[in-house]
C-alpha cells in the first residue's frame, strides 16, 4: 500500500516529452502535476519545428491548423558545392510527410492535450529541488509565481530540457561536453521561395560540424538556420549563417529575405544518459538526451520517450515496488528496447564520421548519411 501523496507523479517541463508523459500517465489512471517555468509555453521559440506526420501519429496528436504553419512533403540535400538531391515523397504518397509546427502553439496543444487526460498544469512554477521522505514519497520543491511551495508524490518526471537541473539534484552527469553540443541560429525570414521541402545543407565550409537548413514555415515565411559544433570552428553559429547568406551557392535566393524573426539555442548530439533513472527520479526528452544525433530532430525522440514514461509510470505505481532507481530503471530498459538501441547506432555512426581525418572525406560521409536517412527505404525511417 503507498502512502497517501497530492500528485503521483510532478512532471518538470511542459515540452514536447513533459506534456506527453504528463498525458499518457493521467490517461493511466495517475494523478499528475505538470510544471513548467515559463509563463508562455514554447516561448520564446527555440526550435524550427520540424516534425514527421509518422511521429504525431504514433502519439496520437492530430495535426490541427491550430498548430502547423506548413506541410512538408520531403527533403532536398545539398552537398557543399550544391549539388542537390531531391527526395520528393508527393511522387509515392498523397498525405504529407511531415509538417512545420509553431512550437509556442505545438507546446500549448499538447499541456492543453495533458489537461484533458485530467493532468493539472502549473506555469510559472520551477522546480528547485526535492528531498525523499521516510515513507517512501518525496517532497518537491517549487517557486510558483514568485512563492515557494511544496508537493508531495512518488516520482518526479525530468523533462525539463537540455539543460536539466532534474537529473543533478540525484548526482546523474548532466552536464554535456561542448563538443556535443550543437549551438543553433536561424532567422525567421520573408521574401524566401520554399519548395514544401525541407533543405538541408553540409559541408563544413558552411557549418562545420552540423548542417544548415532551410524550411518552409507558411504565410510567405521561411526559416533558415544552422547548427555548428563550436569546438570545430573559431566562429559563432550567427557568424556562420550570415557567411552562408552571403556567399552560398543559395545566397541568390536568400538575398530578398526581410528578417522577421531571431532564434537560437543549444542542440544536445550526444550519446543518451547511461544512468536516465535515480530514486523518485526518471529523465526523458532532451534532459536525458533522447535527441537524434544525426539531425538534431528532438520532438519525435521526445514524444515518443514522454509515451514510454507515462505507459511504465502508470504502469509502475499501480504496483507496490518502491520508486528506487533500481526499479525506475525499468523505463530506461523500455526505452532502449523500443527507441534507444536505434539511437546508440546514430550516435555511433555520427561518431565515426568525425573521428575521421580528412575533412573533404567527413564532409562526404555527412552527406551521404544524411541524404540516406531521409531515403523512404532508410532503417532509421521510424526514428
Ligand atoms: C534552433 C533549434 C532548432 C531545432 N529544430 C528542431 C526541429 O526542426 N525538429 C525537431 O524535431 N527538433 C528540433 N530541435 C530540437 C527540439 O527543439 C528539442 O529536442 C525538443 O524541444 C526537446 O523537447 P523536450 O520536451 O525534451 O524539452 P524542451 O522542449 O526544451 O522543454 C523543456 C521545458 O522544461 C522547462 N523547464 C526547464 N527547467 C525547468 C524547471 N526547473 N522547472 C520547471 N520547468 C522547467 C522549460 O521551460 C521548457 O518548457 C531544435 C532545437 C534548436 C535549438
Known amino acids: 500500500?503507498?502512502?497517501?501523496?497530492?500528485?503521483?507523479?510532478?512532471?518538470?517541463?511542459?515540452?514536447?516529452?513533459?506534456?506527453?508523459?504528463?498525458?499518457?500517465?493521467?490517461?493511466?489512471?495517475?494523478?499528475?502535476?505538470?510544471?513548467d517555468k515559463k509563463q508562455e509555453l514554447g516561448a520564446p521559440i527555440q526550435c524550427s519545428g520540424a516534425v514527421s506526420a509518422n511521429a504525431l501519429k504514433e502519439v496520437g496528436v492530430r495535426p490541427e491548423g491550430e498548430f502547423v504553419l506548413d506541410a512538408v512533403h520531403g527533403f532536398v540535400t545539398y552537398d557543399a558545392d550544391g549539388t542537390e538531391e531531391i527526395l520528393d515523397y508527393r511522387r509515392h504518397r498523397d498525405e504529407p510527410l511531415g509538417y512545420v509546427v509553431d512550437r509556442r502553439r505545438f507546446d500549448r496543444h499538447l499541456a492543453g492535450l495533458a489537461e484533458q487526460a485530467g493532468a493539472e498544469l502549473w506555469l510559472k512554477t520551477e522546480a528547485t529541488g526535492h528531498t525523499p521522505r521516510p515513507d517512501g514519497t518525496t517532497e518537491v520543491h517549487l517557486t510558483r509565481l514568485g512563492r515557494p511551495v511544496s508537493v508531495t508524490a512518488h516520482v518526479v518526471v525530468g523533462a525539463d530540457g537540455v539543460q536539466?537541473?532534474?537529473?543533478?539534484?540525484?548526482?546523474?552527469?548532466?552536464?554535456?561536453?561542448?563538443?556535443?553540443?550543437?549551438?543553433?541560429?536561424?532567422?525567421v525570414v520573408e521574401g524566401v521561395e520554399t519548395r514544401g521541402l525541407l533543405e538541408i545543407v553540409t559541408g563544413e565550409r558552411w557549418a562545420p560540424g552540423g548542417y544548415a537548413w532551410l524550411f518552409p514555415k507558411g504565410h510567405g515565411h521561411a526559416e533558415v538556420g544552422l547548427?555548428?559544433?563550436?569546438?570545430?570552428?573559431?566562429?559563432?553559429?550567427?557568424?556562420?549563417?550570415?557567411?552562408?547568406?552571403?556567399?552560398?551557392?543559395?545566397?541568390?535566393r536568400l538575398k530578398g529575405a526581410r528578417i522577421v524573426e531571431v532564434q537560437g539555442g543549444g542542440v544536445p548530439l550526444a550519446a543518451p544518459l547511461k544512468r536516465q533513472a535515480a530514486d523518485h527520479i526518471?529523465?526523458?526528452?532532451?534532459?536525458?538526451?533522447?535527441?537524434?544525433p544525426i539531425t538534431g530532430g528532438g520532438i519525435h525522440t521526445a514524444l515518443r520517450a514522454g509515451t514510454i514514461a507515462g505507459t511504465f509510470l502508470a504502469d509502475f505505481l499501480a504496483g507496490d515496488l518502491p520508486p528506487t532507481a533500481e526499479h525506475l530503471e525499468g523505463c530506461h530498459q523500455q526505452w532502449l528496447a523500443e527507441l534507444g538501441t536505434t539511437m546508440w547506432?546514430?550516435?555511433?555512426?555520427?561518431?565515426?564520421?568525425?573521428?575521421?581525418?580528412?575533412?573533404?572525406?567527413?564532409?562526404?560521409?555527412?552527406?551521404?548519411t544524411m541524404t540516406g536517412y531521409f531515403r523512404p527505404d532508410s532503417e532509421y525511417r521510424k526514428v
Open 1 to 35: 500500500m503507498r502512502a497517501n501523496v497530492d500528485y503521483d507523479l510532478v512532471v518538470v517541463g511542459s515540452g514536447p516529452a513533459g506534456a506527453t508523459a504528463a498525458r499518457v500517465a493521467a490517461r493511466g489512471g495517475l494523478s499528475v502535476l505538470l510544471v
Open 164 to 187: 536539466s537541473q532534474v537529473g543533478r539534484w540525484a548526482g546523474i552527469q548532466t552536464r554535456i561536453k561542448l563538443k556535443e553540443l550543437a549551438s543553433c541560429f536561424q532567422f
Open 227 to 252: 547548427g555548428v559544433a563550436r569546438t570545430m570552428t573559431e566562429q559563432d553559429a550567427r557568424w556562420h549563417l550570415e557567411r552562408f547568406m552571403t556567399d552560398s551557392f543559395l545566397a541568390d
Open 282 to 292: 526518471v529523465l526523458i526528452g532532451d534532459a536525458a538526451r533522447h535527441v537524434n
Open 345 to 368: 547506432k546514430l550516435y555511433d555512426l555520427k561518431t565515426g564520421i568525425f573521428r575521421e581525418r580528412d575533412p573533404a572525406r567527413r564532409d562526404a560521409l555527412l552527406h551521404a
